[in-house]
């Protein structure tokens, strides 16, 4: 078991995650126990970056595809789309990525924006 604090895990994790994990946890006073196998699947699925770092990685984005405005076709969209939706980190509800938190249906539009686990296809 993983016992950590209440207080850790607010601070550590996004409202969404946490809740997830109080919802799957064991509660002892202040300190919420889980299996380790379910704390690593809640935290890689619903754990996406914070928004400040969410608003920067877009605006970095923005910038380089500004500079060079190449777009995937519809064929390579969907061929993305596809290995995101089977992907572990995917957070279906939101349709986002739960890695970088991008929304995926406008990530897989422009060559220049890549999977952060590299499984796409060139």
Not at 37 to 47: A, F, P, R, S
Not at 69 to 95: A, M, T, V, W
Request: glycine content about 4%.
């Amino acid at each position: 078991m993983i016992c950590l604090s209440k207080k850790y895990l607010q601070n550590r994790y996004n409202k969404r995650c946490f809740k997830q994990l109080e919802e799957k946890g064991e509660y002892s006073s202040d300190i919420l126990c889980l299996t380790p196998e379910i704390y690593k699947k809640i935290t890689l699925k619903y754990n996406t970056p914070n928004i400040f770092i969410q608003i920067f990685s877009v605006l970095i984005s923005l910038c380089i595809f500004i500079k060079n405005p190449q777009k995937r076709n519809k064929l390579e969209q969907l061929q993305c789309k596809h290995i995101c939706s089977r992907c572990e980190f995917y957070i279906k509800d939101q349709g986002r990525c739960g890695i970088c938190g991008c929304f995926i249906k406008l990530k897989t539009k422009a060559k220049i924006w890549k999977c952060p686990k590299n499984k796409w296809p060139e």
